[in-house]
């Protein structure tokens, strides 16, 4: 008799093995415990310990948790500080949130829409690390070497750092280089933490090799990018990337004191042989910079060299950049223009606060302005990314006049353009803003294009998430996460080094201070998102109850019960129908915010603690807002911890975790590994090796029901694509608490959108017609629903009567996105599915050797 195994893999809730396997917990300590059959301790396969070898049906559970959560152990820690790169992370994401990527990689052409599309995302990738480094350079460079001259500002930081407020450190900018150093070891440990997290995750295959085509068993075209077989497989694309990243990182940070001395003092003789060959060796990196990023050797996940030609070049410029900038910032004062130290705030503020100076701030020349211009271009290029995902090149029209206007703009305001009239009076930069940014809005106006082949959706509430702007919302969610940790370090830091008095005269920049406001804002907008939500759910409620009540003649205990399951069913519907449109609208909302942020930057006006009228307000919401920023690190990193730690939370957010980490890094190379690099794979090599065994080999099976829940759903549907078909014709899909077509497959529609669902049922049919795939769903789980791809839907009960029956004293539960395999249905398609599997295609011969 052929024997059948039930592989079950859980989701992002972490199951333990003993509960996938459906053991009993026992009464004391020494309860059965699942065996380990294969794999290890962070990724192992389990079976229950009375399994036996001639089982008719096995079952085995897959516990890849541990990758994620789950170990409480000391590096759950280090992992906890991951998710303080989660703005990494959903950049990363977007790049695989864009339309029409090909299903073979080598097709996709740079001016495609998804070929463009993920050039923009890599760019703003790009600039998300210069965000960071910009955001230390100003701790390091500005508020330290800069702002922080006296005895008292300089005592608050910690060690013995005293040293800079002697004669010798304060003439020129030499504090700037001591700055410097701060960026640049931060940009050290994380490019050695991206160099080394490849391997924790990803520990096979070593490198994918395709198995030469037989004649029973053809290559078959590829319909799905997930076939690639590289595409689990990226290393020699990430750290390409990550020198990249590195490198440009480097050359902003060192740009930030490069242009300071520019603006103070234009360099003559010597300072000016160091300083112009050392902007031009910026302008280079940072150009080929932006030209790799686009270009195959670096898009592609295949190639095995972590480093190449360009690789080399790029690093070797940005190491003379770096020198020619530490000689620059230590070279006394120029021979002619007023002296540097003159610029910055003057000592002894602390002590004599009517010092001619202390009152007024002084930032480091440039910072704050080029701050605020690196903000406003990064929307502009959300609003890029979003045009071209939706509309194709064409909609790149209205956000390339916009930042090239911009500019024009701006200089015709403030030094006038040949051949134009001069400005008018009470013409301000910031007034540009909003015009420039509502002409780049114009792209998204367009309509939208339409695959090559027209699909339609699944069913209802299956269609492209955001009108196809998904890869800018997601980016762009990132990108104000990044936003606010960066505000919140900068409002931190200045506060400390201000001290209690506040007299120091160090000042954070002035988009810190809007920063805030918009945090405010933020907050109170979330709230009323939270408000909808929760009348629509109750609208919902009443809607489910009065239809479930609608027979009559129940009793109160069965009213009571009708209640109880109508909450299910409401969340289940407020989750699968109104869930992405909330995130929508609270993004446009967020978008406005951030315009009139940005205008605000650029207008240079802070409110002071005693201006007038509704200006206080505005100071004290910032001052509160920036407050409540400061700590945002602090508590990312608990909840990250607690994620990581405690099973109920890891339920409620460990969501947005699993999904962010299941990508590959191939936008972000600094984002936190993915640990479907290791899970697909492996799954993979245990199903084909249990396939694979001699046919008396004790551990041979003749068919695997591969049995995905939830989270576990999209790595069987991964691993699937990128089985052989050989092993595929012995294997059945099981999927429960699903998510590939109410969330997947309108936030990825080039991997799970329509078509390709249709294509993934097209991969698990077999030779006789028999679609491998077996969808279970439920009407009060608010993370499963139906896919309707070709597939076989089946609607499981819950709960299984409203009062108890059999014998049963206790209500049967209701259990919503858990406990499928106990279910009827799921155990009667189970057997019918082992039946088929045991009868339906022979093993494939062993190739003559």
Do not use: K
């Not at 242009?259 to 160091?274: E, H, K, S, Y």
């Not at 069965?558 to 409401?570: E, I």
Request: proline fraction near 9%.
């Amino acid at each position: 008799m052929g024997r059948v195994l039930e592989l079950r893999v859980h989701g992002v809730s972490n199951t333990p093995p003993d509960q996938l396997l459906g053991l009993a917990p026992g009464p004391c300590a020494g309860a059965p415990q699942p065996n380990l059959v294969a794999g290890g301790q962070v990724t192992g396969f389990y079976r229950s310990p009375g399994a036996e070898r001639d089982d008719p049906i096995s079952v085995e559970a897959y516990s890849w948790g541990t990758l994620t959560s789950g170990a409480r152990t000391r590096r759950d820690l280090q992992r906890a500080l991951w998710t303080l790169l989660l703005p990494f992370a959903l950049a990363n994401v977007a790049l695989h949130a864009r339309a029409g990527i090909p299903a073979d990689p080598d097709r996709e052409r740079w001016a495609s829409r998804s070929g463009i599309t993920a050039w923009l995302i890599r760019l703003f990738c790009l600039s998300l690390t210069c965000t960071l480094v910009v955001t230390v350079t100003g701790i390091g460079v500005d508020l330290v070497g800069w702002q922080c001259v006296g005895p008292q500002c300089l005592g608050q930081i910690p060690g013995p750092w005293e040293f800079l407020g002697n004669s010798w450190w304060r003439e020129g900018t030499r504090t700037l280089a001591f700055g410097l150093l701060l960026p640049l070891l931060v940009l050290g440990v994380i490019g050695l933490l991206a160099w080394r997290t490849y391997q924790y995750e990803a520990e096979m295959p070593a490198e994918p090799r395709p198995r030469p085509a037989r004649g029973d068993d053809p290559a078959e075209p590829l319909e799905n990018p997930l076939q690639d077989p590289t595409f689990w497989n990226g290393e020699g694309q990430l750290r390409r990337a990550a020198v990249l990243h590195l490198c440009t990182g480097a050359v902003t940070a060192a740009a930030v004191p490069v242009a300071a001395v520019l603006i103070m003092d234009p360099p003559r003789g010597l300072r000016a042989a160091v300083a112009w060959p050392t902007v031009a060796l910026f302008v280079t990196v940072v150009t080929i910079a932006v030209v790799a990023v686009g270009r195959p050797w670096l898009s592609r996940r295949q190639g095995a060299t972590p480093l190449g030609r360009w690789s080399v070049a790029v690093a070797v410029l940005t190491g003379l950049g770096l020198v020619g900038t530490f000689v620059l910032l230590l070279l006394p004062d120029g021979p002619a223009g007023r002296p540097l130290s003159t610029y910055r705030p003057p000592a002894g503020c602390a002590t004599t606060p009517d010092l001619a100076g202390c009152l007024t701030a002084r930032p480091l020349p440039g910072y704050e302005t080029g701050l605020a211009w690196l903000v406003t271009y990064q929307v502009l290029l959300l609003v890029a990314i979003g045009a071209a995902n939706r509309s194709g090149r064409r909609a790149l029209t209205g956000p390339v006049a916009a930042a090239v206007l911009l500019p024009l703009g701006v200089a015709w305001i403030e030094r006038g353009l040949p051949g134009l009239p001069t400005a008018p009076a009470g013409l301000r930069t910031w007034m540009l803003v909003g015009p420039a940014i509502a002409l780049a809005v114009a792209g998204l106006l367009l309509p939208r294009l339409r695959p090559a082949v027209p699909a339609q959706p699944l069913g209802a509430y299956t269609g492209l998430a955001w009108h196809g702007c998904a890869p800018a919302v997601i980016a762009g969610f990132g990108w104000m996460m990044a936003v606010a940790y960066c505000a919140g370090l900068l409002y931190w830091v200045s506060e400390r080094l201000a001290g209690s008095a506040g007299a120091s005269g160090v000042t954070p920049p002035l988009a810190v201070f809007w920063a805030g406001l918009a945090c405010v804002v933020g907050l109170l907008t979330l709230l009323a998102l939270l408000v909808r939500a929760a009348v629509l759910l109750h609208g919902l409620r009443r809607a489910e109850y009065a239809g479930l009540t609608a027979a009559g003649g129940l009793s109160a205990h069965d009213r009571r019960r009708c209640r109880d399951v109508s909450t299910y069913r409401a969340l289940h519907r407020l989750v699968g129908e109104h869930a992405v449109r909330l995130v929508g609208g609270y993004a446009a909302g967020s978008a406005v915010l951030i315009t009139l942020c940005c205008a605000a930057t650029l207008s240079g006006h802070r409110p002071g603690p005693l201006s007038p009228g509704w200006q206080l307000a505005v100071h004290w919401a910032a001052e509160l807002g920036d407050a409540v920023l400061g700590w945002l690190p602090v508590v990312t990193s608990a909840l990250g911890w607690l994620v990581y730690r405690t099973d109920s939370v890891r339920r409620s957010v460990g969501v947005i975790w699993d999904v962010c980490t299941f990508w590959p890094r191939a936008a972000h190379p600094l984002a936190p590994p993915s640990y479907a690099e290791r899970a697909v794979p492996e799954l993979q090599t245990r199903v084909a090796g249990l396939l694979a065994l001699p046919p008396h080999h004790p551990d041979r099976m003749d068919g695997v029901i591969l049995s995905g829940h939830s989270q576990g759903t999209v790595i069987c549907a991964a691993m699937l694509l990128q089985m052989p078909r050989r092993w595929r014709r012995r294997t059945w899909f099981f999927s429960y608490g699903c998510q590939l077509t109410r969330l997947y497959g309108r936030v990825f529609p080039s991997y799970f959108g329509p078509e390709r669902l249709r294509s993934l049922a097209r991969a698990v049919t077999w030779t006789d017609g028999h679609v491998a795939w077996t969808n279970f769903w439920r009407d009060t789980d608010p993370l499963g629903w139906q896919v309707s791809a070709g597939q076989r839907d089946v609607s499981v009960t819950d709960p299984e009567a409203l009062h108890p029956s059999g014998g049963e004293v206790a209500d049967p539960p209701i259990r919503s996105h858990s406990g499928y395999p106990d279910a009827v249905e799921f155990t009667r398609e189970r057997a019918v599915v082992a039946r088929l599997l045991r009868r339906s295609v022979p093993s494939p011969r062993p190739e003559a050797r």
